[in-house]
């Protein structure tokens, strides 16, 4: 006996831009309701919807993001998270190197080193009006 409403998930698909522009546009001339159209290409009715509001909100037919939109900010979060790994890597380079390099500590001198000061990553930043790695201008004569 056959499991009766068990189905099998169907496995998951990859549609070019062109096929579902190609969809929303049978939808629009209205020849066929979206279910038939979903039917015929053995597609779900509730993804053809889907296509055809985007479709709208891209065209500026209906309110909501447009694709581009929603682009945007998985975008830039990518591109944080690549920069924050760089920051890393600058910071663990220097750390490396920091060892080799023998200084004399002044009094009030920054614990990190002066690449992470110029660049603002560091706890301290550079003071304005003074020159990084100098001590206090001095005035000839004095």
């Not at 920051?87 to 990190?112: F, N, W």
Request: aromatic share 2%.
């Amino acid at each position: 006996m056959e499991s009766m409403g068990k189905k099998k998930p169907r496995p998951r698909r990859s549609l070019t831009p062109e096929f579902k522009a190609e969809t929303v546009e049978l939808c629009r001339r209205g020849d066929r309701s979206v279910g038939q159209i979903a039917k015929d290409f053995d597609l779900t009715e509730t993804a053809v919807r889907l296509w055809v509001s985007q479709a709208e909100v891209d065209a500026g037919e209906r309110d909501g993001l447009t694709r581009s939109e929603r682009e945007e900010p998985a975008a830039l979060r990518r591109e944080n998270r690549r920069l924050r790994e760089d920051v890393e890597v600058l910071k663990q380079a220097l750390t490396l190197q920091a060892p080799r390099v023998r200084r004399r500590r002044r009094p009030g001198h920054h614990d990190e080193p002066a690449a992470l000061r110029l660049v603002g990553l560091g706890k301290g930043l550079a003071s304005p009006g003074r020159a990084i790695g100098r001590g206090p201008a001095r005035i000839a004569g004095g």
